[in-house]
């Protein structure tokens, strides 16, 4: 397992932006696949966006955080960033990175092995 620090959280108005980055510790990141997921109160923890070890392949849930999130990453630096533009309040939750070096069905949570403790984002109206 590899340990993950996300931070870059905060509190934004509509439309405003913010990234968020992920750092590993103890390990290499570019031996793992990458996502982010973010859980909302009283909801389940939801898929957002994954990134492939080279970063070559990139996925998101769908077309509500397409064109507005993009998830990129630095391997020589061990991150991961989630970068969201155009927040809406609906996207207010606590985001997770997780790493995986399995391949599969990234929107599955069971893949994924390592997480961080999750950083706030809140988006207001």
């Known amino acids: 397992q590899v340990e993950l620090v996300e931070s870059g959280g905060g509190s934004v108005q509509r439309g405003g932006s913010l990234r968020l980055s992920c750092v590993a510790s103890t390990r290499s990141l570019s031996d793992y696949n990458v996502g982010w997921f973010r859980q909302a109160p009283g909801k389940e923890r939801e898929f957002v966006a994954a990134i492939s070890r080279s970063g070559e392949n990139t996925y998101y849930v769908d077309d509500s955080v397409k064109g507005r999130f993009t998830i990129s990453r630095d391997n020589a630096l061990n991150t991961v960033y989630l970068q969201m533009n155009s927040l809406k309040p609906e996207d207010t939750a606590i985001y997770y990175c997780?790493?995986?070096?399995?391949?599969?069905?990234?929107?599955?949570?069971?893949?994924?092995?390592?997480w961080g403790q999750g950083t706030q984002v809140t988006v207001s109206s």
């Open positions: 997780a790493a995986t070096p399995l391949t599969g069905t990234f929107r599955d949570v069971r893949l994924f092995t390592s």
